[in-house]
């Protein structure tokens, strides 16, 4: 660390600015602090006063540097300064320079715009001192209670709930929030919490299509969400918006940050927006701590965000494993599943229940002629007119080939009958593409007491041979 100016010294500083007119205006504002000012309009500049000159404090002005490219020059000139005071003016959309310049030395920071009787007191005040025990067990209450609430699991909605309600112990906040920007690029609120029910509602309006009200485009928890930045708004008044900022301070809202939420590749999928009740600096180990738990919360909410669609993927291999692949109804399996469920249901409230077993008459000799793309036609022809016909409740089965069987409950004998005879009726009057008319063969069976799902397809099936013996096209009862 530099050593200490003797009481009622004055310091020699630097100021780096490419801007002249911002050079002018610190040389007004703060001049008379220094016993001699180094304006620098360049990197070269200021590092030359450096190292030419006992320069006891650097102010850095960051709005017209651009942080991917000049992030190590200027962390460059933080090295050389070794340790001594470093203050970066940046701008509250661009706090992201705050701790990217502290992986390099210690640097106190002003959030612009500032006023010049601001600046003056910014630069004449001492530079932050390391945090005290206390403070740092606090932060790692915080971190605690930030482990639990993602360690919890759950949804989306309830990881970014939790998260929100865990920061609320952090020194100050009095409302956190979660925005979420989603794939078709709308940007909401996730998540909230606040003491005493405090709420984003008086402050933004309405809480959806955020990016398209004038509010939100300068609001912290929108910025950081919408350019991946972090933003400090150390007073309500720099959002440059007074119906924001009067919103705020309605509120008791003195202080806003927010942190982006990474994505899974590298992308921002939100943010974390903090709102205290009181200015507060926010030191190197409150950054760190953000950082990491909002880092922390991207990835439990990309972990939900897994959970949900392994969830999704096994009730779609689920579906897939119980479906027909060419007509879309329930397969064999599902069916003999669904007959069983029918059976026990029927018998234990004594209700009807009939099945109806149905295939194409000559279907082999159907594919012969015209091919199997029309028999595969032909079936999920006979699907749709099918389904068509039944009820809610009634379940057409795929049971293998051109056999199909319809599970109907609560129908007897002959309501069945009467449903049969629609059936084969429709289908002989269909015009079938690609191939001539197609007639179906039916048999119909009537649940009797006692009689399990084997046996009641069986006297299905054995009607069904008759109808075919019969001349097909017919519908017969067993």
């Known amino acids: ?26 040389q007004q504002a703060c001049g008379e602090h220094f016993s001699r000012l180094f304006m620098a309009p360049d990197l070269e500049a200021a590092e030359t006063a450096i190292v030419k000159h006992a320069v006891d404090q650097l102010i850095m002005d960051l709005e017209f540097f651009d942080r991917p490219s000049e992030l190590e020059a200027l962390g460059r000139i933080v090295t050389l300064r070794r340790g001594a005071p470093v203050v970066a ?16 030395g210690p640097v106190d920071y002003v959030i612009a715009p500032v006023a010049n009787d601001a600046l003056a007191a910014a630069v004449a005040k001492p530079p932050a001192v390391a945090l005290s025990g206390a403070a740092l067990r606090q932060l790692l209450a915080v971190r605690a209670r930030m482990e639990q609430a993602v360690s919890t699991g759950g949804d989306g909605r309830q990881v970014s709930q939790n998260v ?38 008086p402050i933004l309006g309405r809480t959806t299509m955020l990016q398209q009200q004038p509010e939100g485009r ?12 972090v933003t400090l708004l ?30 899974a590749d590298g992308s921002v999928r939100g943010s974390l927006c903090v709102m205290f009740n009181r200015e507060r600096v926010l030191s ?46 329930p397969n064999r399996r599902s069916g003999e599943q669904l ?25 082999a000799a159907l594919n012969e002629r015209f091919g199997t793309a029309c028999g595969d036609l032909a079936l999920r022809t006979l699907a749709d007119i ?28 002959k309501e069945c009958l009467a449903l049969a005879e629609k059936i084969r009726a429709a289908v002989a009057a269909f015009d079938f593409p690609g191939c001539d008319h197609v007639t179906l063969s039916i048999g119909i069976a009537a649940l009797q007491p006692e009689e399990s799902a084997d046996q009641l397809m069986l006297r299905a099936n054995g009607a069904l041979a008759r109808a075919k013996r019969a001349g097909r096209n017919l519908v017969e009862l067993a």
């Open 1 to 26: 660390m530099a050593d200490q100016l003797a009481p009622g010294m004055r310091p020699v500083g630097a100021f780096l600015s490419p801007s002249r007119e911002r050079r002018q205006q610190f």
């Open 89 to 104: 003016v940046v701008p509250y959309r661009q706090a992201g320079w705050i701790e990217a310049l502290r992986a390099f």
């Open 164 to 201: 929100c309600e865990a920061l609320l112990a952090f020194p100050g906040v009095a409302h956190v929030s979660m925005f979420e920007l989603r794939t078709d690029g709308e940007l909401r609120v996730a998540a909230q919490a606040g003491e005493a029910g405090m709420s984003l509602q």
């Open 218 to 229: 300068a609001f912290p928890g929108v910025l950081s969400a919408l350019t991946g930045e």
């Open 234 to 263: 150390d007073v309500p008044e720099k959002s440059g918006d007074a119906e924001l900022a009067g919103s705020l301070h309605a509120q008791a809202v003195r202080m806003v940050a927010a942190f982006p939420l990474p994505g």
């Open 284 to 329: 190197h180990d409150d950054f760190a701590t953000f950082a990491s738990l909002s880092a922390l919360a991207g990835v439990a909410l990309r972990i939900a965000e897994l959970e949900r669609e392994c969830a999704q993927l096994g009730s779609r291999m689920a579906h897939l494993e119980a479906t027909d692949y060419l007509t879309g109804v």
């Open 339 to 363: 007959l069983d469920h029918e059976i026990r249901r029927a018998m234990r409230y004594q209700a009807p229940l009939a099945v109806a077993a149905l295939d194409i008459d000559q279907f």
């Open 386 to 413: 099918v389904g068509g016909l039944l009820r809610g409740s009634d379940m057409l089965v795929r049971s293998g080939g051109d056999l199909f069987h319809v599970i109907a409950p609560h129908t007897n004998a």
